[in-house]
């Protein structure tokens, strides 16, 4: 499902960087403390979670960069068809609109189920 995701988001919006995938429970405590200590702008999850731990969202930035108008463009397509996007204040992250429910039966994925 991830190689999907990342394929819509690819010709959506060509030029683009994918910042983030599957994470496992110690990337995630990495960037939660980032976040909570202020030195990232973008939230994070607790880890344990994120839906990044199911491999079933995507961080990913346009060419023109994470606060323009074009990631905000790419932000309501992907709703339109179906997906989550967290909006404005996390324009990067997309993710699959049943990532939530697997979360919640702790259905993690190793990274090499991928």
Do not use: K
């Amino acid at each position: 499902m991830q190689d999907a995701v990342e394929q819509i988001l690819r010709v959506a919006a060509p030029g683009g960087t994918v910042t983030s995938t599957y994470r496992s429970l110690p990337e995630q405590q990495r960037l939660w403390s980032a976040y909570q200590s202020g030195r990232s702008r973008l939230p994070a999850e607790r880890p344990g979670n994120s839906t990044h731990h199911t491999g079933l969202a995507v961080d990913y930035v346009v060419r023109e960069g994470l606060s323009s108008q074009q990631q905000l463009a790419l932000g309501r397509l992907w709703q339109q068809l179906g997906g989550i996007w967290a909006g404005p204040s996390d324009p990067v992250h997309f993710q699959h609109p049943e990532a939530r429910h697997v979360l919640s039966l702790q259905l993690t994925r190793p990274r090499w189920w991928l």
